[in-house]
Structures are given as C-alpha cells and as structure tokens.
C-alpha cells in the first residue's frame, strides 16, 4: 500500500463529503450520514500519518546506521580473516629444524 498516497486521497475525498454534508443541513441527510464521524477519522488519520512519517524517517536513520556498521565489520573481518589464513598458512609449512 502506497500509504502516504492513498492516505492523502481518501483524507481529501472524506473532507469534501464533510463540506457537502455541511452545505446541506437537510435533516433526513444527517440522520443517515454523519459528518462528525468523518471529520473525527480525518483528523485521527492525519494523526496516524504523522507517526507513520515519523516511524519511517526513524527507519530509514537506523538502516542507514546498520549498513554503516555492517560495512565496516566486513571490512574489517576481511582484512583479518586474510592475515589469519595467511599466519595459519605460514605455521603449518615453517620447517622443524
């Protein structure tokens, strides 16, 4: 789900329909649809959407934290898994005498 869109669409199609409900006043239309309701979900989802911004910049900051610190302990096991195969290498051929 393609969240911030869709979000953003339906809050807009929901105001509109507060704006026409407002608009008419008729009785028998409020009994059956209440405008209330809508403007509490759009305010409510407006909410909702904040925190999903919020959570998602606060993602992005910690992936990109681990790939920092996934780059640099791959690096570094590298560089040492090199220099042990090599001292490890070097040990079982050294000569005896």
Known sequence: MDTPEKLSKLTE???QLVNRLHARQDLILHERVSQ?????K?????????QFD?????LDNLTQHLHE????CF???C???RWV???????????IL
């Open 13 to 15: 199609k929901m105001q």
């Open 36 to 40: 209330f309701f809508y403007m509490q």
């Open 42 to 50: 759009i305010e409510e989802l407006k909410i909702l959407a904040d």
């Open 54 to 58: 919020t959570l998602k910049t606060n």
């Open 69 to 72: 610190h996934y780059s640099l």
């Open 75 to 77: 690096s570094q096991w």
């Open 79 to 81: 560089r040492d898994v």
């Open 85 to 95: 195969n090599l001292y490890i290498h070097r040990e079982r051929h050294r000569s």
